[in-house]
């Protein structure tokens, strides 16, 4: 796994019984700066790998780019006189992309459990998509929506080793396909890793696609799948009032607490194809 885990001397106390003395496997949590054209953008806590897709995932989040060729390069580098130690990622925008503005500069870290924390003022919180999600005629199956967190959850290789990773992935309906699985320490950089791998392949807007995230839906969340245009956000928990109000003003579907056999629809249920169940009307 490399710098994604390491491994630890512990100690576990169980009542009643003798201590057992053991390695442990973590998941690694390193901060990763992200730079345009040589300028700092940001400071993200996350976990090592798919570093570049992050990177992409960000700067669509943050309304900078929008399609494969807005993205040119992107290279590691390192500070005056200290080693590349592969945290500072250093990105070239395509040809005529504007630069993000300078108020989009983070003042401070971005936790790996908060992706909007560093926002230089609250009116930059709400970002305008470049898409338009409402219109989407897409209808997913609740029989299918209920089987994704174990389809997610079978893909996760390092939560299987860890128990302590988030994951997103992207679920294409028509061809009843796992697109893309990413998993981090933050569950918006597994997020912007998903959605940074669907822009370096150039499939953005994400029309007839589902995102499935394995924890809550925050409004961090709502909005970086509507930036990708992504029509449908569901989750293994619940979702905040304010991803709510979103995707309702967005015509965005999202659904909570997708467990066992039952969900929670809170915004664009026309989406959801309920024909295999019974009493759909209560």
Known sequence: MGR???????????????IARREDTLVVEEPLEIRVGGRSLAVTM?????????????????GVIHRGDDFATARFCAGEGVENTYN?????????????????????????????????????????SAFEVRDDQVRVPVQTLVQLPDRLRAAQDVFEKTGGLHAACLYRVA??????????????NAVDKVVGWALTHDLLPLTGTVLMVSGRASFELTQK???????????????????V????????????????????????GQRVDETCTEGSAA
Not at 101 to 127: Q, Y
Not at 225 to 241: E, F, N, T, Y
């Open 46 to 62: 996350r976990t090592p790998g798919n570093d570049v897709e992050l990177a992409a995932g960000f700067l669509v989040s943050e």
């Open 88 to 128: 500072v990622l250093d990105v070239t925008l395509g040809p005529g992309v504007a630069p993000p503005s300078s108020a989009l500069a983070r003042e401070f870290f971005t936790t790996s459990s908060c992706g909007i924390c560093g926002k230089s003022s609250i009116d930059a919180v709400r970002t305008s």
């Open 175 to 188: 061809d009843d396909e796992l697109m893309v699985v990413r998993e981090d320490v933050g569950r918006h």
């Open 225 to 243: 799948a509507l930036m990708a245009g992504i029509p449908m956000l569901a989750a293994v928990s619940a979702p905040s009032s304010l991803a």
């Open 4 to 18: 994604v885990t390491t491994r630890r001397r512990v100690a576990r106390l169980t009542i009643g019984a003798a």
């Open 245 to 268: 109000e979103l995707a309702i003003d967005a015509g965005m579907s999202l659904i909570g607490f997708v467990r066992g056999d039952s969900m929670v629809v809170y915004a664009g």
